[in-house]
Structure formats: structure tokens, C-alpha cells
């Protein structure tokens, strides 16, 4: 059987840019300590871009996020007070995203704003239409990834590789990017989207690629990630998808 290898992202400044704006949906659940740092941390970038924050916490992250949105002036903030899932809050924002590409961002600052224009150049530069992050091609800050969540990690991206039949060091990166109407109206996964993603981007066929991003330990707050739930969890979405084929 032969895997595409993905390789990292070399990108040209005087290419045709074929689209124009860019949403950020940032899932969220009790990230009071974060959200205004994840926000600023967001430079101008050269497109036309709009920030969906989908909270559904009970902390002080709406507040935050929409005090921080005024002053921004493009940040949109939609609060549930039931719980979603980062899957059903990225659906949301999905549809409420009017942007010609899409990017999903978690509000903990694992990986930093900084990066966002970098991850969607390739797909504004029209090299790819959908591009995963991968966070272990730079050394991790101390403390960002426990040892079973990397290896539970590369098992699924194993797995995965195998099933699409492209080569993957990262699937559960939780900064994903891909042109807006290639997948709106395909996805459905309401816990951990990651998995379905990038089995409807294969579907699809769109030109998937790897760009690597320097990955942090979390800034405040819990992590949502627990070893034996959310790898129960990841491996229920892994064979749900592998059926939908």
C-alpha cells in the first residue's frame, strides 16, 4: 500500500493569494485565565479576519471575550449555557463563519497566535486546501505533553496514516485550517473534531499538508484531556469514521 508522505511547508511571498478572509473559531470551556491572552496574541495578518470565540463554560470567559471583542472590534462572541463539546462549539462557529478559509484554535495558548498566519498561508497561497498542524517537529516546552499522550498520539496518527493512506505525525494538533466550503455541511463529531476532519479531508480529496507549530505547556487553567476518557472517547470517533467510508 503506498502513503503520501507530507512534507513541511515552504511558502512564497509573491504567490497569488485566491482567497481573501479568514476565520478563527476558538472553542471554549472555562478559559477565564487565557482568553484575553489568546486574543491579543493575534496579530494583523493580511487578510480580512474575523475571531468566533464559542464559549460554553461557566466561568468568566465570555465576559473576557466579549470586553476584549469591543476593543478589537472583530471578535464575535456566542455563549451556550449547555455544555457542546469542542466538536459541537466548532460546528457552530462553523456555521456562523463567513470566512474563505477556516481555522480552529484552542483558547489555552498551547499554540500561540503568533502562528495562525503561517498555518494558512499554504492554503491562501493555493498550494493546499487543508493544512494539520503538527506539534513534534520542534522540541515541546517542558511539561506541554505528558509521555502517554504522545504515545497515544502517534498510535492514532499510525492508524490514521494507514487508514487514509497519508502519512501523519499528528492528528490530535488542535490547530487545523482548510478552505471553508470544501467542508461545511460534512462534519458532525460533537466531542474531539480532529479525527473527523481530516477523514473528510481525505474523502474529499482536498491536497492535505503538515505545517509544524512549537508547541507550550498551558498558561492557566485545567487541561480538558484525560488519558483513559478522552483516548476512549478518540478511539470511538477513530472507528465511527473508519465506518463512514
Same mark, same amino acid.
Given at each position: 500500500?503506498?502513503?503520501?508522505?507530507?512534507?513541511?511547508?515552504?511558502?512564497?511571498?509573491?504567490?497569488?493569494?485566491?482567497?481573501?478572509?479568514?476565520?478563527?473559531?476558538?472553542?471554549?470551556?472555562?478559559?477565564?485565565?487565557?482568553?484575553?491572552?489568546?486574543?491579543?496574541?493575534?496579530?494583523?495578518?493580511?487578510?480580512?479576519?474575523?475571531?468566533?470565540?464559542?464559549?460554553?463554560?461557566?466561568?468568566?470567559?465570555?465576559?473576557?471575550?466579549?470586553?476584549?471583542?469591543?476593543?478589537?472590534?472583530?471578535?464575535?462572541?456566542?455563549?451556550? $449555557? &449547555? #455544555?457542546?463539546?469542542?466538536?459541537?462549539?466548532? %460546528?457552530?462557529?462553523?456555521? *456562523? @463563519? =463567513?470566512?474563505?478559509?477556516?481555522?480552529?484554535?484552542?483558547?489555552?495558548?498551547?499554540?500561540?497566535?503568533?502562528?495562525?498566519?503561517?498555518?494558512?498561508?499554504?492554503?491562501?497561497?493555493?498550494?493546499?486546501?487543508?493544512?494539520?498542524?503538527?506539534?513534534?517537529?520542534?522540541?515541546?516546552?517542558?511539561?506541554?505533553?505528558?509521555?502517554?499522550?504522545?504515545?497515544?498520539?502517534?498510535?492514532?496518527?499510525?492508524?490514521?496514516?494507514?487508514?487514509?493512506?497519508?502519512?501523519?505525525?499528528?492528528?490530535?494538533?488542535?490547530?487545523?485550517?482548510?478552505?471553508?466550503?470544501?467542508?461545511?455541511?460534512?462534519? $458532525? &463529531? #460533537?466531542?474531539?473534531?480532529?479525527?473527523?476532519? %481530516?477523514?473528510?479531508?481525505? *474523502? @474529499? =480529496?482536498?491536497?492535505?499538508?503538515?505545517?509544524?507549530?512549537?508547541?507550550?505547556?498551558?498558561?492557566?487553567?485545567?487541561?480538558?484531556?484525560?488519558?483513559?476518557?478522552?483516548?476512549?472517547?478518540?478511539?470511538?470517533?477513530?472507528?465511527?469514521?473508519?465506518?463512514?467510508?
Amino acid at each position: 500500500m503506498e502513503i503520501n508522505k507530507i512534507e513541511n511547508i515552504k511558502t512564497n511571498d509573491n504567490e497569488t493569494i485566491p482567497y481573501k478572509s479568514l476565520s478563527i473559531i476558538i472553542p471554549t470551556y472555562n478559559e477565564e485565565e487565557n482568553i484575553e491572552r489568546c486574543l491579543r496574541d493575534i496579530p494583523k495578518m493580511a487578510w480580512e479576519v474575523e475571531i468566533l470565540v464559542m464559549d460554553d463554560g461557566k466561568d468568566k470567559t465570555t465576559e473576557i471575550a466579549e470586553k476584549i471583542g469591543k476593543e478589537l472590534g472583530n471578535v464575535f462572541v456566542h455563549h451556550s $449555557s &449547555e #455544555k457542546r463539546g469542542k466538536g459541537g462549539a466548532f %460546528l457552530l462557529g462553523l456555521e *456562523k @463563519a =463567513k470566512g474563505d478559509v477556516v481555522i480552529i484554535m484552542d483558547g489555552d495558548l498551547t499554540v500561540g497566535g503568533q502562528e495562525l498566519a503561517r498555518l494558512v498561508k499554504p492554503i491562501f497561497n493555493g498550494e493546499v486546501d487543508f493544512v494539520n498542524g503538527t506539534r513534534f517537529f520542534y522540541p515541546m516546552e517542558k511539561g506541554a505533553m505528558t509521555t502517554t499522550n504522545k504515545i497515544g498520539n502517534k498510535i492514532f496518527a499510525f492508524m490514521t496514516s494507514i487508514v487514509l493512506r497519508t502519512w501523519f505525525t499528528d492528528v490530535f494538533c488542535g490547530s487545523k485550517a482548510f478552505v471553508r466550503k470544501k467542508l461545511a455541511g460534512k462534519l $458532525s &463529531e #460533537k466531542e474531539w473534531p480532529d479525527l473527523e476532519l %481530516l477523514f473528510e479531508a481525505s *474523502k @474529499a =480529496k482536498l491536497r492535505i499538508k503538515e505545517v509544524p507549530v512549537p508547541y507550550r505547556r498551558r498558561m492557566g487553567g485545567d487541561s480538558k484531556v484525560n488519558a483513559l476518557g478522552t483516548g476512549n472517547v478518540l478511539l470511538k470517533s477513530f472507528f465511527r469514521n473508519l465506518l463512514k467510508r
